[in-house]
C-alpha cells in the first residue's frame, strides 16, 4: 500500500515538474466515475447519432455504420473538475475534424458552437474551435477497450491535453457520455452543468470551475 502511495506522489511531483499539472489538481492512477443519473441501457438494434443545425445536410448513423467511419488514435491527459487528474490515457473513436475535412459532413458558415446531446437529455457545450482540435474525440474506446457502460458505452466525446501541444483544455465534462447527437450552432447554448452554475468556458489552465 505504501508503494502506491509513495509512487503516486512521485508520478504527481514528475508531472507537475512537466507543466502537465493543472493548478488545484491531484493525480490519480484510478478512473474515477461520475455522473448525474443512471446508466443508460445500449441496444445496438436501434440506437443511432445524429449531426443537425447550421449543417449542410443532416446525418444519422447506426451503430454499424458508425463504426465504418474514419477511426482516430489520441493519448492525452484528462482533468476532471472534481480535481483528479489522469495522464497518458488512450482513446480511440472519430474525430470531428476528420469528417469536417474529409466531406463526410459540411458545416454552414454560422456554424460556431456545437451542443452534445447524451441519453436523459443531458448536454453540455463547447466552442466549434475547441470541437475541431485534436484534442477532442467522439470515443469508442478506453486503453484499448469498448468504454465500460459507467464511463459511457457505446459512445461520449472527450476533452483533455496533448502534452507539448497548446491547445485549448476544458475540465472532462465537457465531453459527454452516452453521447446521441451534435448540434451545430451560430449561438452559444449552455448545457445541464452549465445552467447549473459551473463555468462555460470551463479552462483547466484558468481554473474556471464555476461562474
Known sequence: ????????????????????????????????????????RFNPATW?????????REARW????????????????IHCVTRWSKFDTYWEGVSVKTLLDGGIIA???????VVQHCEYGFTTN??????LAPN??????????????????????VVGHIPGAEHKTPYFWKGGKWLRALEFTSRDKPGFW??????NEADVWEEERFA
Not at 14 to 33: A, C, D, I, M
Not at 194 to 199: K, L, T, V, W
Open 48 to 56: 443511432d447519432f445524429r449531426i443537425y443545425g447550421e449543417v449542410e
Open 136 to 157: 477532442f474525440l467522439l470515443a469508442t474506446h478506453f486503453d484499448g477497450k469498448p468504454l465500460d457502460p459507467d464511463h459511457g458505452y457505446p459512445l461520449r466525446g
Open 107 to 113: 458545416l454552414k458558415p454560422g456554424a460556431g458552437y
Open 194 to 199: 452549465e445552467q447549473a452554475g459551473y463555468h
Open 126 to 131: 463547447l466552442p466549434l474551435d475547441v470541437m
Open 62 to 77: 447506426t451503430w454499424d455504420e458508425f463504426n465504418q467511419l474514419p477511426r482516430t488514435k489520441i493519448t492525452m491527459d
Open 1 to 40: 500500500m505504501f508503494g502506491n502511495i509513495f509512487g503516486r506522489r512521485e508520478d504527481e511531483e514528475r508531472v507537475r515538474r512537466e507543466g502537465r499539472l493543472p493548478p488545484g489538481q491531484s493525480l490519480t492512477n484510478k478512473f474515477p466515475v461520475l455522473h448525474y443519473g443512471p446508466v443508460p
